[in-house]
């Protein structure tokens, strides 16, 4: 029996470009590959920065490129380090979680951030450095911050002067709904530095992210840019270059969003079907995970060890910051008949768990 991971925040093999991309990275050396293959600009391939310049309305140097959004997590951090707390979401993606040493946290629910409790945490405390937000598809929920809600944020941040990082390496993987404007775009990006990434919309192996800062930041950057790798790997960036300039995204983003969207709607099935009224999960209409909450008193932890022994695997919630009985979910990675035998093992392993924890429960109230 071949395990299933429910764990990999991957896309599909069958979601990669992999023709397309192997010609564009021909051309785009052969083209341009004097200039792609020596040091170049510490921020990035100069034709991607105006590239992405012109697609989000602002100059290029404004723009860095990095191998990887995470990477200009670290950057935008660095650049403001020391200017107060961070805030992040609770649940959030894991791996912010680990990299800062401290943080103060605003609940997710349905509809995206918590405005009610972000302002008692902000009344709360000293100036935060940044507010750290994953409005679209967020990662671990799959939940997307309502448009009313973005709206009283960005302008939240610009009456106050509050400065937000929106990670949105999701946005575009929409299959469902029509899509919300960033909080950049609501806010104008005078504090809003707004980050994407081509991960989930072309490969997570060419390692190309970017990120949007107010243009003082990008100057200042330059050297600890310079000192981190002196330039960011330029082939993947000139390969991407060339991946859009052929106009390949829209019709790569519908190809995936049917692959996704085949695969999430297999997952709702499965659990309608096996935990049907005994647990809740989220419905996202785009990305790569939904959110899973167990009964009360389950122990997400204890059931990764049945459930990787009944052959399927997930990333417990409180790995995220989540409550002890929820669970992430990636829909991306398995197929969908995968995705539903997947989802029928969680449901033969969570079975003695709840019954041991329903037993004690009821030993304790005796
Ligand atoms: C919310 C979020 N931000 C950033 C990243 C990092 O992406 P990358 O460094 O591949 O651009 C991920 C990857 O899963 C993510 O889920």
Redesign the pocket.
Known sequence: MSTISFAR??PAPECLPIEDLADCARTAIERDGAAALLYGHTLGYQPLREWLGERHDVEPARVIV????????HFVLSALAGAGRVIVERPT?D??RRILSSFDEVAVDDEGLDLGELERVLAAGGPPAFLYT?PTF??PTGVTLSEERRRQLAELAADRNLRILE?D??GLVRFEGEPLPSLFELEGGRNVIY?S????TIA?GI???YVVVPEAMGAGLEETVASTYITPALIGQATVLEFLRRGLLDPNLERVGELLRARRDAMLAALERELGGRARWSRPEGG?FLWLELAEGTDATELLLRATSAGVTFVPGPDFGGEPNSVRLAFSFASPDEIDEGISRLATALEPVSEGRAGIGVAARD
């Open positions: 925040g991957v990095t191998n990887g959004s995470l990477q200009a997590f993606y791996r912010p994953i967020q990662n990670d390496p999701y980050s990434s081509f991960s989930k997570p390692r190309v992210g790569y």
